[in-house]
Antibody, heavy 121, light 107 residues
Framework: QVQLQESGPGLVKPSQTLSLTCVVSGASMVTATYSWSWIRQSPGKGLEWIGNIFYSGTSRRNPTLESRLSISIDTSKNQFFLKLNSVTAADTAVYYC?????????????WGQGTMVSVSS | EIVMTQSPATLSVSPGERVTLSCRASQSISTNLAWYQQKPGQAPRLLIY???TRANGVSPTFSGSGSGTEFTLTISSLQSGDFAVYYC?????????FGQGTKLQIK
């Protein structure tokens, strides 16, 4: 059974970098069948797709975040990562990692439990 | 970016009732649409993909339909565990976007 687990600091100061890790267990990331996404949820903006990455390292980023965003992957450790620079209070949200599968037409079929990140001094 | 609009925002219904939730895309997305259920404190759960295909383990009381810009999620007989927030999401092209959700609450 595939499981995803996010980890990272729960509090980040404004203007600093938010860094999160998603550990994937129960399946190998080295397959073109899946892509790996970051999604966030805040009361003000609802659910927002941040971006995704494939095992090859190719990534797609939401244009609204692109200039501040980096997504990377370490298939040897079955992990992928998010770095968001120059954060503000608007980046306060629950951050989820999720898997999408070509079998399910790219819908998000497995989600992590989410990690709350607050941006505050 | 495609804007997904869900209606209504909140729906008060009784257990056993049939309910239909709507989702509209700002441009055609073919059938590249998914529905999710989210309960408090939990991550969203995939219910429907391809506009009408139930995900593994999803009750047959859930059904989806539509194509192009208009979509619906129908729950044929509401159970107590179905009271939650439901989101639609397109994956026609990046960036993928979600609707604002419809909250089903007990009447």
């Amino acid at each position: 059974q595939v499981q995803l687990q996010e980890s990272g600091p729960g509090l980040v100061k404004p203007s600093q970098t938010l860094s999160l890790t998603c550990v994937v267990s129960g399946a190998s990331m080295v397959t073109a069948t899946y892509s790996w996404s970051w999604i966030r949820q805040s009361p003000g903006k609802g659910l927002e797709w941040i971006g995704n990455i494939f095992y090859s390292g190719t990534s797609r980023r939401n244009p609204t975040l692109e200039s501040r965003l980096s997504i990377s992957i370490d298939t040897s450790k079955n992990q992928f990562f998010l770095k968001l620079n120059s954060v503000t209070a608007a980046d306060t949200a629950v951050y989820y990692c999720a898997r999408s599968s070509v079998v399910m037409a790219d819908a998000f079929d497995v989600w992590g439990q989410g990690t709350m990140v607050s941006v505050s001094s | 970016e495609i804007v997904m609009t869900q209606s209504p925002a909140t729906l008060s219904v009784s257990p056993g009732e049939r309910v239909t939730l709507s989702c509209r895309a700002s441009q055609s997305i073919s059938t590249n649409l998914a529905w999710y259920q989210q309960k408090p404190g939990q991550a969203p759960r995939l219910l429907i993909y391809g506009a009408s295909t139930r995900a593994n383990g999803v009750s047959p009381t859930f059904s989806g339909s539509g194509s192009g810009t208009e979509f619906t999620l129908t729950i044929s007989s509401l159970q107590s565990g179905d009271f939650a927030v439901y989101y639609c999401q397109h994956y026609n092209f990046w960036p993928y976007t979600f609707g604002q959700g419809t909250k089903l609450q007990i009447k």
